[in-house]
T-cell receptor, first 111, second 115 residues
Framework: GENVEQHPSTLSVQEGDSAVIKCTYS??????FPWYKQELGKGPQLIID?????GEKKDQRIAVTLNKTAKHFSLHITETQPEDSAVYFC??????????FGTGTSLTVIP | GAVVSQHPSRVICKSGTSVKIECRSL??????MFWYRQFPKKSLMLMAT?????????EQGVEKDKFLINHASLTLSTLTVTSAHPEDSSFYIC???????????FGPGTRLTVL
């Protein structure tokens, strides 16, 4: 089955700096890669996603890049703000139903 | 995006009792829903896939007799933790695939504490 690894597990950045979270996957059949933000005591919220036919996608301060050959994808958050502090999960899917999640990254933005 | 709700958000029960958690898709229909369990500071662990009108599919190691799943309608799936024990204390989250997209939408989660 699919194996998704995520790094780093914790990340602290100064407000205004950029944050980068990286994930790798093992199954070349995976073709959908969402990123979720989870605040304490809440369910994960989709923040951005990318499909395998696209190399990069951007939504305001958030961007995701995908390298299918190397089987890795990354989340980039620019101009970080304190409200960006949360746990971020990457996931990979080949059917749109079965999601395989990374282990999560706890992001802290220091004011 | 689509909205998924869960009820209750928090529940505390005594050991040996059963607890039912509801997952609803509010503005779309979901023939499939997923139930996850999340331990503190850990990732989401898929427990089972809930299928409307048929039996749920459980992941390896998940006791189907302990975690009863019923998907009675296109907008409602329930997870019942039977004869709960303290080790069942966890954060339970459901999700449903969005219509015509690959995306999954998650509920807000239910914090179960078994005393």
């Amino acid at each position: 089955g699919e194996n998704v690894e995520q790094h780093p597990s914790t990340l602290s950045v100064q407000e205004g700096d950029s944050a980068v979270i990286k994930c790798t996957y093992s199954d070349s059949a995976s073709n959908y890669f969402p990123w979720y933000k989870q605040e304490l005591g809440k369910g994960p919220q989709l923040i951005i996603d990318i499909r395998s036919n696209v190399g990069e996608k951007k939504d305001q301060r958030i961007a995701v890049t995908l390298n299918k050959t190397a089987k890795h994808f990354s989340l980039h958050i620019t101009e970080t703000q304190p409200e960006d502090s949360a746990v971020y999960f990457c996931a990979a899917s080949d059917t749109g139903n079965q999601f395989y999640f990374g282990t999560g990254t706890s992001l802290t933005v220091i004011p | 995006g689509a909205v998924v709700s869960q009820h209750p958000s928090r529940v505390i029960c005594k050991s040996g009792t059963s607890v039912k958690i509801e997952c609803r898709s509010l503005d779309f229909q979901a023939t499939t829903m997923f139930w996850y369990r999340q331990f503190p500071k850990k990732s989401l662990m898929l427990m089972a896939t809930s299928n409307e009108g048929s039996k749920a599919t459980y992941e390896q190691g998940v006791e189907k007799d302990k975690f009863l799943i019923n998907h009675a309608s296109l907008t409602l799936s329930t997870l019942t933790v039977t004869s709960a024990h303290p080790e069942d204390s966890s954060f339970y989250i459901c999700s449903a695939p969005g219509q015509s997209t690959d995306t999954q939408y998650f509920g807000p989660g239910t914090r179960l504490t078994v005393l």
